[in-house]
């Protein structure tokens, strides 16, 4: 309790940097102290609204590149196995773990949201 935390040191560290950066953007927008320009405020409140939704499009297209990857791999052991892909053990274990291993991740983030929602 006595010794003050990494992020209050980091914050310490560069308070000096980011004060030099707000004052360099007021200098150059012209705009009195403690107050923002028009632009900054639209700017900030844009990136602020897009945000969570540009993560989540981007966490939703790797789970669909996933399954996309999985069907191609098990159309690809079916179609070279001639439809016997259990005669390839570990091919078919490599696309059956992969499968499980999406349907495990996806229970978690279940899980995560339920618990901490």
Do not use: G, W
Not at 45 to 56: H, K
């Amino acid at each position: 309790a006595d010794k003050p935390s990494l992020a209050s040191r980091c914050t310490v560290a560069f308070h000096p940097i980011m004060q030099f950066l707000r004052d360099f953007r007021r200098r150059l927008f012209k705009v009195k102290p403690k107050e923002d320009s028009q632009c900054y405020r639209i700017a900030t409140i844009t990136y602020s609204t897009m945000l969570p939704f540009v993560e989540a499009s981007f966490f939703y297209f790797e789970k669909v590149k996933n399954i996309i990857y999985v069907h191609i791999l098990y159309t690809a052991l079916v179609d070279l196995s001639h439809n016997k892909p259990l005669e390839h053990p570990f091919e078919f274990l490599l696309v059956l773990f992969m499968s499980l291993a999406i349907c495990a991740t996806q229970f978690m983030y279940l899980f995560y949201s339920f618990y901490f929602a």
